[in-house]
């Protein structure tokens, strides 16, 4: 009987079975195909630039301190430790804003008003100076 049995089962017809290993083998040679096809249709056209080239800074000279103003009390003010009076701030900007890279640190004391703070960075921009800092540490007086 067991002769039998196997002999029924050999002779039946057998089922078609679609194998998927080879078929994704395929679609991933054809993807790949398709990709290399249309990145060879696309010409990379380009504009030739000609870039600046980087020189080195020029040592040679140190960099120029700025001018401190400092603003302290009853309108006193101090350019470089020197005491003026607030009506020479304004002549003195105009001629340092003459000179190559004014730069400017405006500062003041415990003492200092705000409005000639105010007044002081006012009569900065007057001079057409852009390089401006305000100092916010604390600095005594003619310092």
């Known amino acids: 009987m067991?002769?039998?049995?196997s002999a029924a089962k050999s002779s039946?017809?057998?089922k078609a079975r679609i194998e998927i290993i080879p078929l994704i083998d395929v679609v991933f040679f054809l993807l790949a195909t398709f990709v290399l096809f249309t990145l060879s249709l696309n010409k990379i056209e380009s504009i030739p630039i000609n870039l600046p080239?980087?020189?080195p800074p020029d040592n040679s000279k140190p960099p120029e301190e700025p001018v401190i103003i400092q603003v302290?009390?009853?309108d006193s003010v101090f350019w470089n430790r020197e005491p003026i009076s607030m009506s020479?701030?304004?002549?003195?900007?105009?001629?340092?804003?003459?000179t190559?890279?004014?730069?400017?640190?405006?500062t003041g004391d415990e003492r200092a008003k705000f409005g000639s703070l105010v007044m002081v960075l006012d009569k900065v921009r007057e001079a057409q100076i852009e390089q401006?800092?305000?100092?916010?540490?604390?600095?005594?007086?003619g310092r």
């Open 2 to 5: 067991a002769g039998a049995g």
């Open 12 to 14: 039946g017809p057998k």
């Open 53 to 55: 080239k980087a020189t």
């Open 72 to 74: 302290s009390d009853a």
């Open 88 to 98: 020479e701030v304004t002549p003195r900007l105009l001629q340092y804003a003459q």
């Open 100 to 106: 190559t890279g004014p730069k400017v640190l405006v």
């Open 132 to 141: 401006v800092s305000i100092e916010t540490i604390y600095r005594g007086t």
